[in-house]
């Protein structure tokens, strides 16, 4: 009939992998609601971490970070070595298990900071372009 619009159907929620087998296509929304639902928690984790001084320079603070980082990891199932460094802070390496026959991925960053110990600024805010909250 001209001019009135026909439903699409819905897509399958499940679709077939590299492998033949069955995976959920966990749709974008599910994964909104889920992020929503851990807002707090989130926001809790990163306050911690930004309010732990971790300068360059200074080996004791910035290991005492990426020993927390190490703790937090393993909490999620990953499993933590630190390559220890003479002068800089440690080297935080988190295995995470995947799957049989799938690319390793390799996430790289760093967890120290700019500023020298005590010189940070208090004001600590989870806004702007970068912190999806």
Known sequence: MPGKKTERPKKDRTKKD???????????NDRLHYLEGKQEEMVQTIRE??????PSDNKPATDRIGSLLAEKFEALG???????????????????????????????????????????SPAIGCTGPASWI
């Not at 971490?49 to 971790?54: K, P």
């Not at 390496?93 to 799938?102: D, E, V």
Request: charged share 20%; net charge negative.
């Open 18 to 28: 590299h492998h033949g087998s069955t995976v959920t296509n966990v749709r974008w």
């Open 49 to 54: 971490l930004v309010e732990i001084e971790s």
């Open 78 to 120: 990953g499993a933590a070595k630190l390559h220890h460094v003479r002068d800089f802070g440690d080297h935080v390496q988190i295995n995470f298990s995947g799957r049989a026959n799938a690319k390793p991925v390799l996430l790289l960053g760093h967890f120290d900071t700019v500023y020298p110990l005590y010189e940070a």
